[in-house]
């Protein structure tokens, strides 16, 4: 599943009565979202009561979710939940677990492989000339708009555009690429 930092098995946290969560390796507390970034960054992790020594990840991590749903970061449509509930009673319970996980992994899988074809896009791939054809067209359409833009200053249908103008708009398109494709690799991780 995740990628794992931690060669020494799972870190142990430690939930107490007051619903502190204490993080035994680095002797400190720590908060739910302390723990979903341990998530996002692979680092796993085992929550047990205190008091009780019961294994209580599963309920810490749906409680990671109950909050991130909250905050307006829902990922859980309201017909999956509706059938997710639905399923807890039913003779195919028992097989919802492993689907669900298999199909998580499927998941990552191919966004693995899209991830490598959008960076193929820029280096030659499959999708170089389409994303080639892209930025021709941007320029263009860059270009018709500067055109048609009037005012003291613009120039006249047809004349082309000065060399300083051109360069900098290529490089403010480069700089949009960039971004954009920092914002594929952060919504991959």
Do not use: W
């Amino acid at each position: 599943m995740a990628k794992s930092s931690n060669t020494s098995g799972p870190v142990v946290i430690k939930k107490y009565a007051n619903r502190r969560l204490y993080n035994t390796e680095s002797s400190s507390y720590i908060t739910l979202d302390f723990l979903a970034q341990m998530t996002r960054d692979g680092r796993e992790f085992k929550v047990i009561d205190a008091k009780t020594e019961e294994d209580i990840t599963h309920n810490i991590l749906t409680q990671i979710i109950m909050e991130e749903e909250t905050r307006g970061q829902t990922m859980l449509p309201v017909g999956f939940l509706r059938e997710l509930i639905s399923l807890y009673g039913d003779s195919m319970q028992a097989m919802v677990p492993q689907y669900l996980e298999a199909s998580m992994e499927a998941f990552r899988s191919n966004q693995a492989q899209f991830r490598q074809a959008m960076q193929g896009a820029f280096a030659g791939g499959p999708f170089a000339e389409i994303a080639k054809r892209n930025m021709d067209m941007m320029e263009a359409a860059a270009q018709a708009f500067k055109v048609k833009g009037g005012g003291k200053g613009a120039p006249a249908a047809g004349a082309a555009p000065e060399a300083g103008e051109a360069k900098d708009d290529l490089a403010t398109l480069k700089e949009q690429m960039a971004a954009l494709q920092a914002k594929l690799d952060k919504i991959g991780e």
